[in-house]
C-alpha cells in the first residue's frame, strides 16, 4: 500500500512537471515597449539589458537609423533609433527613454526605444503570423484590448534598405 502512494505521488509528479513544461512552451514572454504611442514586443530572453539613455558618439557617414555607439559597462555598443528604422514618427528625446541591450551575431546593439512598459505573457493562439516581416514585424498579437507588434529582431537588424 505505501509503494502505490509513492508511486502515486510520483506519478502526479511527473504529471504537474509535464504540464507546466508545456505551459511554458504554450506562452511566451515579451518585453513590451512603446515607439511613437504604438506598443511593441521582443521576446525576453533576446534582451540582455535595459538601461537608461547615455552619452552615445556619433558615426560618421552611417546609416540615418544608426545613433552612434555607446560604452555600457566597459562593452561598445552600437545604438539604433528603431523607430527611424520602422519608419515612424520620431519623438522628442525624453527621460524615458531607454537603451535594450541585444546581441546579434556576436555583436551587441542598443535599441532606443520610447519607453519600456512591462513583461507580457503571450499565448500562442494569441499570436497572428500572418504579418511576417511586414514592416520588419513578425507577427502581431492581442493583448487585453491592444494590439501588440511583435519585431523580428534579426531582419530589422539584418535587412538594411
Same mark, same amino acid.
Given at each position: 500500500?505505501?509503494?502505490?502512494?509513492?508511486?502515486?505521488? &510520483?506519478?502526479?509528479?511527473?504529471?504537474? &512537471?509535464? !504540464?507546466?513544461?508545456?505551459?511554458?512552451? $504554450?506562452?511566451?514572454? =515579451?518585453?513590451?515597449?512603446?515607439? $511613437?504611442?504604438?506598443?511593441?514586443? !521582443? *521576446?525576453? @530572453?533576446?534582451?540582455?539589458? /535595459? +538601461?537608461?539613455?547615455?552619452? #552615445?558618439?556619433?558615426? *560618421?557617414?552611417?546609416?540615418?537609423?544608426?545613433?552612434?555607439?555607446?560604452?555600457?559597462?566597459?562593452? #561598445? /555598443?552600437?545604438?539604433?533609433? #528603431?523607430?527611424?528604422?520602422?519608419?515612424?514618427? /520620431?519623438?522628442?528625446? $525624453? @527621460?524615458?527613454?531607454?537603451?535594450?541591450? +541585444?546581441? #546579434?551575431?556576436?555583436?551587441?546593439?542598443?535599441?532606443?526605444?520610447?519607453? +519600456?512598459? @512591462?513583461?507580457?505573457?503571450?499565448?500562442? $493562439?494569441?499570436?497572428? =503570423?500572418?504579418?511576417?516581416?511586414?514592416?520588419?514585424?513578425?507577427?502581431?498579437? &492581442? =493583448?487585453?484590448?491592444?494590439?501588440? &507588434?511583435? /519585431? @523580428?529582431?534579426?531582419?530589422?537588424?539584418?535587412?538594411?534598405?
Amino acid at each position: 500500500m505505501a509503494h502505490e502512494l509513492v508511486d502515486t505521488m &510520483q506519478a502526479n509528479e511527473l504529471n504537474a &512537471q509535464k !504540464l507546466k513544461e508545456q505551459e511554458q512552451k $504554450s506562452a511566451h514572454r =515579451w518585453l513590451s515597449f512603446n515607439l $511613437s504611442n504604438k506598443r511593441f514586443a !521582443l *521576446p525576453v @530572453d533576446d534582451v540582455i539589458e /535595459v +538601461v537608461r539613455q547615455t552619452d #552615445i558618439a556619433s558615426i *560618421p557617414g552611417s546609416n540615418e537609423h544608426v545613433l552612434g555607439v555607446a560604452n555600457i559597462r566597459g562593452q #561598445i /555598443v552600437i545604438v539604433l533609433d #528603431i523607430r527611424k528604422r520602422l519608419n515612424l514618427t /520620431v519623438e522628442l528625446y $525624453s @527621460d524615458t527613454n531607454r537603451i535594450l541591450v +541585444v546581441e #546579434i551575431d556576436d555583436m551587441l546593439y542598443g535599441l532606443l526605444v520610447d519607453k +519600456v512598459l @512591462d513583461v507580457l505573457e503571450l499565448d500562442e $493562439s494569441a499570436v497572428a =503570423w500572418e504579418n511576417q516581416h511586414a514592416n520588419d514585424v513578425s507577427a502581431t498579437a &492581442q =493583448w487585453a484590448d491592444e494590439t501588440v &507588434q511583435l /519585431v @523580428d529582431l534579426q531582419h530589422v537588424l539584418n535587412n538594411e534598405e
